[in-house]
Antibody, heavy 119, light 110 residues
Framework: QVQLQESGPGLVKPSETLSLTCTVSDGSINSDTSYWIWMRQPPGKGLECIGYIYYSGITNYHPSLKSRVTISLDTSKNQFSLSLSSVTAADTAVYYC???????????WGKGTTVTVSS | QSALTQPASVSGSPGQSITISCTGTSRDIGGYNYVSWYQQHPGKAPKLMIYEVSDRSSGVSNRFSGSKSGNTASLTISGLQAEDEADYYCTSYRSDSFVVFGGGTKLTVL
């Protein structure tokens, strides 16, 4: 069973770049049957899709985050990453990585990692 | 403001049935059968319950069922149990190739 694990700094300063990595275990990221997705959940609020990437490198980003977001793959490490630039307090959230099917349901989730934006 | 609209809360007594609605537009729910539902307990990652409108994920009780009519999808839980108390989220594919979420519904088992 595929497992996902997020990693990265838990504290980021305002205006800096948030960088997270998702490590995929017991499965290959180089698969044409899945997308790899990043989501977040601000404290006490609902879930939001940040964006997703296909093994070919094709990406799709949240319209309001598009100018600040980059999602990339590292097939040599079986990982995919999230970069979110110019962060503010509004980017404070639990960040989840996931595996999404080609019919757009997320069947595998990481446990989530909390990122706080504060000076 | 979330792209899909869910009631903030619903409640029911053990053994009863409840339905959670998820309303979108013809660009998302109404246009595609790519609606899924997730259960999230406090402090935990969400868990897939229903995919492609009405298919149950592996291991999910048959007390959970999904449906869709027009631009509104629904999740029904029958025979409510205390362990069903959680937040529930719907998602849908949208015509701009994005995935949108509902704002979430808190289910309270009385």
């Amino acid at each position: 069973q595929v497992q996902l694990q997020e990693s990265g700094p838990g504290l980021v300063k305002p205006s800096e770049t948030l960088s997270l990595t998702c490590t995929v275990s017991d499965g290959s990221i180089n698969s044409d049957t899945s997308y790899w997705i990043w989501m977040r959940q601000p404290p006490g609020k609902g879930l939001e899709c940040i964006g997703y990437i296909y093994y070919s490198g094709i990406t799709n980003y949240h319209p309001s985050l598009k100018s600040r977001v980059t999602i990339s793959l590292d097939t040599s490490k079986n990982q995919f990453s999230l970069s979110l630039s110019s962060v503010t307090a509004a980017d404070t959230a639990v960040y989840y990585c996931g595996r999404m099917s080609l019919t757009y349901y997320i069947d595998v989730w990481g446990k989530g990692t909390t990122v706080t934006v504060s000076s | 403001q979330s792209a899909l609209t869910q009631p903030a809360s619903v409640s029911g007594s053990p053994g009863q049935s409840i339905t959670i609605s998820c309303t979108g537009t013809s660009r998302d729910i109404g246009g595609y059968n790519y609606v899924s539902w997730y259960q999230q307990h406090p402090g935990k990652a969400p868990k897939l319950m229903i995919y492609e409108v009405s298919d149950r994920s592996s291991g999910v009780s048959n007390r959970f069922s999904g449906s869709k009519s027009g631009n509104t999808a629904s999740l029904t839980i029958s025979g409510l149990q205390a362990e069903d108390e959680a937040d529930y989220y719907c998602t849908s594919y949208r015509s701009d190739s994005f995935v949108v979420f509902g704002g979430g519904t808190k289910l309270t088992v009385l």
